[in-house]
Structures are given as structure tokens and as C-alpha cells.
């Protein structure tokens, strides 16, 4: 049982799935992700950073800075690109009729022996259903297959259902009232959306309470036997599988983590590129 880790997130429960030999690296060791050192991984960092920059921009609009003040805050070609898809995309004009938005709001729930974590990019609850936006910044448009079996959307969906009544004046949201929209902003009139069910959230969060008590158990933490997985992984010098790094879109999907912890918006000036 690993005793030092109290908490599980999308991303820590991908990592296991994927490689518990990365999962231990990462959550257990606390090891930080190496540097990187090749021109593409250094691109790759930089479009990382202004992912997360965009991020902020978003919430910062959703808070109700005026969107020509936040807009002279995307200073790069990748941030404008995005900045102009946002304002413009039509399926995220609904919001001001909408009686509720959370942007970057954390939930957690007990899940057998730790909490389960989750911070979403906004949550808008309308009248009779509740909307998980999340903002991506890949450079493919994943698959709606991918997305769908992923850890982020059954983690999203069902926490909301678990942990999500104070947002619904004290009642529990039912799976149905739920949707989740992956929303790419170099993709913008695709979005991916999923509609949950209750049958979908019994299953998940069943997985869920299972995946955990595997994690509790857990004595020792193997490597991958998809080696594949370990061309995008930013670990493989620990793990002599290899040096040159995969494809940074594909790494991308693969090796997202998402950040937990506040966000100090007093700095959003100072980030530089
Ligand atoms: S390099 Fe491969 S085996 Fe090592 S942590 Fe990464 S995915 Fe796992």
C-alpha cells in the first residue's frame, strides 16, 4: 500500500493504467518530469506553457474581465490563434444565459482508502442539466473513441454526480442531466461531446472503487509491456527504453497532466515565452 499517497486523480489513474512503473515515478517517487533536451521537446515545452496560459485567459474571460482586456494578454501566434476560435466558437456563446459558472473548480469524494481529485476548466449548470467544458490545446484532434474510455472523461462525469450537489442547491445531479465537451481550440467546430447515463455511471464509479483498492494494494509497480508507450514517456532514461523522443503530438494526449493546485492570478502578466 503506498501510504504516502492520500489522493487519485484522472491523471495519477491514467498512469497507472498506461505504466505503474510511471505512476510510481511520478506519484510515488515525486519524481519531477526530467528535462528535456531536444529542439522538437523544447517546442513541444513552449506549446505546453501557452496551453496552460490559455487556460488561464479563459478563466480570466469567465470571470468577467471584458474579452479585449484578456485578448491583449495572448501574445503569441498559438495564443491568438486560440484566443480568436474561443471568442468566436458559437457553442460557447450559451454562457451568459446560463444561471451558474464554476470555472477551475476542484471536487473530491472519498474513494476507498483516498480522495478522489478533479479540477475542471468549467462547470456551467443550466436550468435542467450541467455542462463540463474542458479547453484543450492539442495539436491532432483526438478520436471521440480515445476520449471516451480515457480516465478524464469517466473521472469528470462521475465525480460530478458524486460530489457535485452543492451546486444543485443540495440534490445530487442524476448521470442524465450531465454532459461533458471537450472543446479543442485549433479545432473549434469540433468539439467532442459525451452524454452520461446512469448505467454508465454505475459502471464507472464501480471501476473506480476497484481501480483504487488495486492501487492500495499495490506492492510493486512494473514497467509497460507496450514499449510503444514509452516513446512519448518523458521517464525513459530511467528505464532504459530509449532515448529519442516520440512524436510530440502524440505525447501530448498521452502524457497530460492536469495541474491541481491553485492558480495564482496575480502572475499571469509575468509569464514570458
Ligand atoms: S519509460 Fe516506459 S516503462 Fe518507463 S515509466 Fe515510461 S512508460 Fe513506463
Redesign the pocket.
Known amino acids: 500500500m503506498p501510504e504516502q499517497l492520500t489522493t487519485l486523480s484522472q491523471s495519477s489513474l491514467q498512469d497507472y493504467q ?2 505503474p ?2 505512476f510510481e ?1 511520478r506519484y510515488l517517487q515525486r519524481l519531477a518530469y526530467p528535462a528535456i533536451e531536444t529542439e522538437p521537446a523544447l517546442e513541444n515545452e513552449k506549446h505546453q506553457k501557452e496551453g496552460e496560459y490559455f487556460h488561464r485567459l479563459v478563466q480570466q474571460h469567465l470571470i468577467g474581465i471584458p474579452a479585449e482586456q484578456v485578448g491583449k494578454l495572448a501574445n503569441t501566434e498559438n495564443l491568438q490563434r486560440w484566443w480568436e476560435n474561443y471568442i468566436n466558437a458559437k457553442d460557447l456563446t450559451g454562457f451568459k444565459n446560463l444561471s451558474g459558472l464554476y470555472p477551475e473548480i476542484a471536487l473530491s469524494a472519498p474513494l476507498g482508502k483516498f480522495r478522489l481529485v478533479a479540477k475542471y476548466d468549467l462547470i456551467a449548470v443550466g436550468k435542467d442539466q450541467v455542462t463540463i467544458f474542458d479547453w484543450k490545446t492539442y495539436r491532432k484532434r483526438p478520436k471521440n473513441e480515445f476520449l471516451h474510455i480515457r480516465w478524464q472523461t469517466r473521472v469528470y462525469q462521475a465525480l460530478l454526480v458524486q460530489a457535485g450537489a452543492h451546486l444543485n442547491h443540495g440534490k445530487p445531479f442524476a448521470p442524465e442531466q450531465i454532459e461533458m465537451i471537450y472543446w479543442f481550440a485549433d479545432f473549434p467546430a469540433e468539439p467532442a461531446r459525451f452524454i452520461y447515463k446512469a448505467d454508465q455511471y454505475k459502471r464507472d464509479w464501480d471501476a473506480l472503487i476497484k481501480f483504487a483498492d488495486e492501487i492500495a494494494s499495490a506492492s510493486d509497480f512494473p ?2 509491456d507496450v ?1 510503444s ?2 516513446s512519448y ?1 518523458p ?2 532514461s ?2 532504459n ?1 530509449g532515448i529519442r523522443a516520440g512524436d510530440a503530438a502524440d505525447a501530448e494526449l498521452e502524457t497530460e497532466a492536469e495541474e491541481l493546485f491553485d492558480i495564482n492570478f496575480e502572475q499571469i502578466g509575468e509569464i514570458a515565452f
Open positions: 498506461d505504466c512503473r510511471r515515478l514497467k509497460t514499449v508507450k514509452c514517456c521517464y525513459r530511467y528505464c527504453r
